[in-house]
């Protein structure tokens, strides 16, 4: 029960990191930096937290990853460059968009692949249930004429 | 006292849900109308115990009992009294005990409300339910018990509640998910008694509609307040995460709004039983995952309730049983139920199919995604993340595809029908869709594209359906009005969804007082500093005057809080809300010694589309149920059994 | 049988994530191997706590040792304090990284506290342990002879940990290393 309590106080002191979104106010000397700083800020994970990327969360770890960030930013290194040192450090963790490589391949590749397999469940569906609509086109019997037309007046003297 | 007469009361309902689990389903099995005919009445009794225990517990919070160990960590003296009730909720063992009410409540709601339903089917609908209510019960009496005490040695007084979750947001947003998660249990309930009984006709379908869209329309509200909870509340403006615990309440959305279109199709034609069947048992299981998810640590999120390994095990166990013995029965007495009715390539089956497989395979990527981290930490692959990029990336696409069939299907025809009669209907509306696609989007500078193709699908969806209401205009009815007005929910939302992730400007700067920032047309002045004080907190408050043209457009006060109790510090963030567009402004930190703050100021339009759209879709959802179908059967049964009585 | 076959793929699916799930519910999704393991130190130039001149890598090199981040600031540490002493005391070689810290607090502390520490570096902005990929503190590092990062454990070094994860890997290191 301890360990419970301690997580549950850790969770609300980490829950409340977020509200905080400390705010920082970076110059950038250019205006295209400044857009791809908070895209790439959304990009990354902070390593420490439950699950944030590095602009919502307070924690020092975020705050020092940011101005890392903004470093980069200014001394001309190309996202793929600044994702590359990021991760050359906190490993594929730091990364909310998976690399094609390795695994994450099969990440990507999953949509791909369920709606491929999708598609063709359509349409064989299609295809098998078109087909005995082909065949299903018997004539009424005078009977049962009789009573559609009964059924029809009692359906529209309803509604 | 109190606390052990809910203990009590929860321990009660526990034996009830335990004969109801059985003593009906017996009754079924070998045609027992008295023990079938318990079911109602054990349903209720259920409600009534779980009443109790809930009331109880609640008690202890409204009266600061912190001799009660939930009530110490959760509540504090300070707290308004209405954040005391809803802090019965705000945490995972109360969360659990509103679990089991809702259920109780669905189950009670059935007995109630199903005067025309065979007691065949009643009894094994209700002894379902009662084998979930076992599992919640027991999970809550063996874990999670909410009742336990501290004593000796009750603290003066609690820890208080996370100021976060201290918000009219938290009273409405986990009763509201929680009506539509565990109201799937209906559909699945009604779903595993076809399977069971070996038969599913088209009046199974007529009476499992309207509690599925009852919960499904439940379900959009939850996640709509949630977004927009999470929106006003944590003071960064963004509305979706895609974090585990927001898609555990997304995915039985997803597979809800397929299972809705697929009882559509059963009841009307007779056809996808199996399907439908399916889809009812994922729906629910995806709540029962998400039940999982949220509470067992396997996955990292800011909103995980607990992390304890050994409670994830219990609900686990739970999920086999109740998920691998459905699909067990599914895979067994399928072939009994399914259907072999048949509709031509160009059809309204063909349609509803192509919208079922869409929903489906979205779902499937959203779970895939969740758990991908998982798999390979599993697999000892290493440790990998998966955010919003990639499942943005993902699902819009899937979401886009949609949007050509949804426009297509209220128009349609069941059966049989020609791509001929859609382009003579549809081909005004389609080039005027194309018309707004290109032009609507000039309003608002600069020219995206990704909005011009949201308005262009946005407008096809809703012109075509304009068009197609106008030739129904003398024979409307309420299942159709709901159907368009949910359709129009879902192109508001997509509007909104797409213009302000487009269109949202944010810029974070230093201000002093008297300096002003210009964002999208508008100036933010920071016109003054002072200090209030609040119920249970002490706050910085900033003075804000938003102009444009000149003309005062809006005054804001966002807050810097410290809440006297926890200490804890927090942003209340100012939000002057408009149709059109929603100005935002958070305070940051003090920065330097000259009275200069960090400020966020954010420009979002159209925004609140997206939360007014999700509402018409629940409200479509809820007039749909309203429909005369299902109220003539009663009176059909009414007068068959008035007939009856009679001797007629 | 293929149809009937078909009925049984979503049990079979089922099946296969709630094994994942169990395997799940005995993993620590938050606990991150670094990503330098194997891998050289990476190259720093910082002033050293109570040393005159620089230190870089090349300092911390010649036999195999623990690498430990701390700070005063950090209450996790004064937990691990004890048992570091313990540890330097019995020959283990421990080099410390003051992340983050200010030198005059962090002298008063080891003044107060004992120095198990052969040599501190004074990280005082936090830019070795962004290049560590360090994510808070305590954490320790096991570095073989040459400087190669072979392991790194995150929070606090006790008896429990010394014994069964980082003893085994040290005395392996030491036995592969020359002797100096």
């Known amino acids: 029960m301890k360990l419970a309590h301690q997580l549950l106080v850790a969770g609300l002191v980490l829950m409340s990191g977020r509200a905080l979104a400390l705010i920082e106010t970076y110059e950038f000397s250019k205006p295209e930096l400044e857009a791809r700083y908070q895209q790439l800020s959304e990009e990354l994970r902070c390593p420490k937290c439950q699950n944030q990327n590095i602009a919502d969360s307070n924690a020092p770890i975020a705050q020092d990853l940011r101005k890392l960030l903004h470093q980069q930013l200014e001394q001309g290194e190309s996202d793929e460059e600044i994702l590359d040192h990021m991760v050359a450090r906190y490993g594929d963790f730091v990364r909310y968009r998976p690399r094609f490589g390795g695994a994450a391949a099969a990440l990507w590749l999953a949509p791909v692949l369920l709606l491929l397999t999708a598609i063709m469940l359509v349409l064989l569906t299609l295809r098998s249930r078109a087909k005995n609509s082909d065949a299903g086109t018997a004539q009424l019997s005078n009977d049962e004429a009789a009573r559609l037309r009964a059924l029809l007046k009692k359906a529209e003297h309803d509604s | ?648 | 049988m293929g149809p009937r076959l078909k009925l049984f793929l979503p049990l079979i699916l089922f099946a296969l994530l709630a094994i994942t799930l169990f395997r799940g519910l005995g993993l620590d999704p938050s606990e991150m191997p670094s990503a330098l393991i194997d891998q050289p130190l990476p190259a720093f130039s910082l002033p050293g706590l109570s040393q005159t001149g620089l230190l870089s890598e090349a300092d911390l090199t010649g036999a195999a040792a623990l690498l430990n981040v701390w700070a005063t600031w950090c209450v996790s540490c004064r937990v691990e304090h004890p048992y570091l002493k313990q540890l330097a005391a019995q020959g283990v070689p421990i080099f410390g990284i003051n992340y983050k810290d200010e030198d005059a607090a962090a002298l008063r502390w080891l003044d107060e506290l004992g120095n198990p520490y052969r040599l501190n570096i004074a990280d005082r902005e936090g830019t070795l342990g962004l290049d560590l990929g360090v994510y808070g503190a305590p954490e320790t590092y096991l570095l073989d002879a040459s400087g190669v990062v072979r392991y790194r454990h995150v929070g606090v070094v006790d008896d429990k940990v010394w014994r069964t994860i980082l003893e085994p890997l040290y005395l392996q290191l030491n036995k592969g290393s020359s002797a100096p």
Not at chain 2, 69 to 85: R, T
Not at chain 2, 344 to 370: H, K, P, Q
């Open chain 2, 1 to 648: 006292m109190i606390p052990e007469i809910g203990h009590f009361a929860l321990i009660i309902a526990l034996c009830l849900a335990l004969i109801l689990a059985i003593v009906p389903a017996w009754g079924a099995w070998r045609g027992n109308s008295v023990a079938m005919a318990l079911a109602p009445s054990l349903a209720i009794g259920l409600l009534v115990f779980v009443g109790i225990s809930f009331g109880c517990l609640s008690a202890a919070f409204l009266q600061d009992d912190f001799s009660v160990k939930l009530v110490a960590s959760h509540s504090n003296s300070l707290l308004p009294p209405i954040y005391k009730f809803a802090a019965v909720w705000g945490n995972h063992e109360g969360s659990l005990v509103l679990w089991v009410l809702i259920l109780a409540l669905w189950a009670a709601a059935v007995a109630l409300f199903s005067a025309q339903l065979p007691l065949l089917v009643l009894s094994r609908v209700l002894s379902v339910m009662g084998v979930i209510a076992i599992g919640f019960l027991s999970f809550s009496l063996l874990t999670s018990n909410p009742f336990a005490r501290l004593l000796p040695g009750a603290p003066v007084d609690g820890s208080d509640l996370n100021p976060l979750l201290q918000d009219p947001g938290l009273i409405i947003h986990p009763p509201l998910l929680y009506m539509g998660y565990v109201g799937f249990s209906v559909a699945f309930a009604f779903a595993i008694a076809a399977l069971l009984g070996g038969r599913l006709d088209a009046s199974w379908a007529r009476w499992s509609r309207p509690w599925t869209n009852i919960a499904w329309a439940f379900l959009t509200l939850g996640i709509m307040l949630g977004s927009w909870w999470a929106y006003y509340e944590l003071g960064w403006g963004g509305w979706w995460f895609w974090d585990p615990v927001e898609n555990a309440s997304f995915m039985p959305w997803l597979a809800g709004t397929a299972l809705i279109h697929s009882l559509a199709a059963t009841e009307k034609r007779g056809l996808f039983k199996s399907w439908t069947v399916l889809l009812a048992i994922f729906a629910f299981s995806l709540s029962l995952l998400g039940t999982f998810l949220v509470r067992s640590g396997v996955l990292t999120s800011v909103h995980a309730f607990a992390t304890d390994p050994e409670r994830g095990l219990f609900i686990l166990v739970f999920l086999a049983v109740v998920v691998g013995g459905s699909l067990t029965l599914y895979a067994f007495r399928a072939p009994a139920v399914s259907s072999r009715v048949s509709f031509a390539w160009v059809s309204r089956e063909s349609l509803l199919l192509c919208n079922n497989v869409i929903f489906l395979v979205a779902t499937l990527t959203v779970l895939f995604g969740t758990l991908f981290p998982l798999l390979v930490d599993a697999l000892g692959l290493g440790k990998v993340s998966v955010g919003p990029p990639y499942f943005n990336a993902v699902f819009v696409p899937l979401m886009a595809l949609l949007v050509p069939f949804m426009g297509l299907g209220p128009v349609s025809r069941w059966k049989q029908d020609a791509v001929a009669r859609w382009r003579s209907e549809l081909a005004i509306p389609a080039m005027a869709a194309v018309v707004c696609g290109f032009t609507l989007p000039l309003l608002h500078a600069p020219y995206n594209i990704w909005v011009a193709l949201a308005v262009l699908l946005s407008s096809w969806l809703v012109l075509g359906l304009a068009r197609d209401f106008w030739q129904r205009r003398g024979r409307l009815t309420t299942g159709y009005c709901g159907m368009l007005i949910a359709h129009l929910g879902f192109a508001t939302c997509i509007i909104g969804v797409v213009a302000t992730s487009q269109y949202s400007v944010e810029h974070d700067l230093k201000m002093r007082i008297g300096e002003s920032k210009v964002l999208a047309g508008y100036e933010f002045r920071f016109v003054d500093l002072a200090q209030v004080r609040g119920p249970n907190f002490m706050a910085d408050e900033a003075r804000f005057e938003v102009m444009r043209d000149g003309v005062l457009v809006a005054s804001m006060s966002p807050q810097k809080r410290r809440y006297l109790a926890s200490g804890s510090v927090m942003t209340e963030a100012a939000i002057d809300a408009g149709l059109f567009r929603d100005l935002y402004v958070a305070m940051g930190e003090p920065v330097g010694s000259d009275g200069a703050w960090a400020m966020r100021l954010h420009y979002k339009p159209l925004v609140r589309w997206m939360w007014l759209g999700a509402i018409l879709m629940a409200v479509g959802a809820f007039t749909a149920v309203l429909d005369k179908r299902y109220r003539r059967q009663r009176d059909v049964v009414h007068s068959r059994s008035e007939a009856a009585l009679h001797g007629a």
